[in-house]
């Protein structure tokens, strides 16, 4: 059972645009999420997290939003380089720190 | 190089053969993660040690593999009796245990299994 889900398998973006990369997830309880960037014949790079009792962090042109009564979170990059062109992981933790990752969106930003 | 790496990056084994792969995590990281990921999807959890204890098994893991950290320093994951099924990217992560749950990965072991 996928208990996390990523709905876009792709999406491409102009750079300098807003990208928005969506997660969803079922399990009410998740308390931790995470963002993974990853590039070809590299293992995941962490980007960003937030715990279940925030709604948003930022960090520089990353901004995670957490909405927990829809169970859905979304990762904002903005201005977006042609340096983000990556695959995206949204990741979420359950207790005794088993992570579930979601299947991953293909950002391509076009210059 | 004080990243995560992982030995060796690719191996390749006929199917009932036993292989073993090897992850050296950052030396001040306390916990170890190993994932599989196969084409397509996103890393799934095998299983997390925190120093040399293993505290969490995915329930899919079959009895076939089993990890060991006995030292709590490096990681072998050793699969017995390997099928074609096995083939994916195994991904061992590390982090500390006072971060906030981010884990570094390495760059993977590639198997395949003919």
């Known amino acids: 059972d996928q208990q996390v889900k990523q709905n876009s398998p792709s999406l491409s973006v102009q750079e300098g645009r807003i990208s928005i990369l969506n997660c969803d997830y079922t399990?009410?309880?998740?308390?931790?999420f995470l963002w993974y960037k990853k590039y070809p014949a590299e293992g995941p790079t962490f980007l960003i997290s937030i715990s279940s009792i925030k709604d948003k962090n930022e960090d520089g042109r990353f901004t995670v939003f957490l909405n927990k009564s829809a169970k859905h979170l979304s990762l904002h990059i903005v201005p977006s380089q042609p340096g983000d062109s990556a695959v995206y992981f949204c990741a979420a933790r359950y207790t005794g720190n088993q992570f579930y990752f979601g299947t991953g969106t293909s950002l391509t930003v076009i210059p | 190089d004080t990243g995560v790496s992982q030995n060796p990056r690719h191996k390749i084994t006929k199917r009932g053969q036993n292989v073993t792969f090897r992850c050296d995590p950052i030396s001040e990281h306390n916990r170890l993660y190993w994932y599989r990921q196969t084409l397509g999807q996103g890393p799934e959890f095998l299983t997390y040690?925190?120093?040399?204890?293993?505290?969490?098994k995915s329930r899919l893991l079959s009895d076939r593999f089993s990890a060991e950290r006995p030292k709590g320093s490096f990681s072998t994951l050793e699969i017995q009796r390997t099928e074609q099924g096995d083939s994916a990217m195994y991904l061992c992560?590390?982090?500390?245990?006072?971060?906030?749950?981010?884990?570094?990965f390495g760059p993977g072991t590639r198997l395949t299994v003919t």
């Open positions: 040690f925190q120093n040399e204890a293993q505290l969490e």
């Open positions: 992560a590390s982090s500390s245990a006072t971060g906030f749950y981010e884990q570094y």
């Open positions: 399990n009410s309880m998740f308390d931790y």
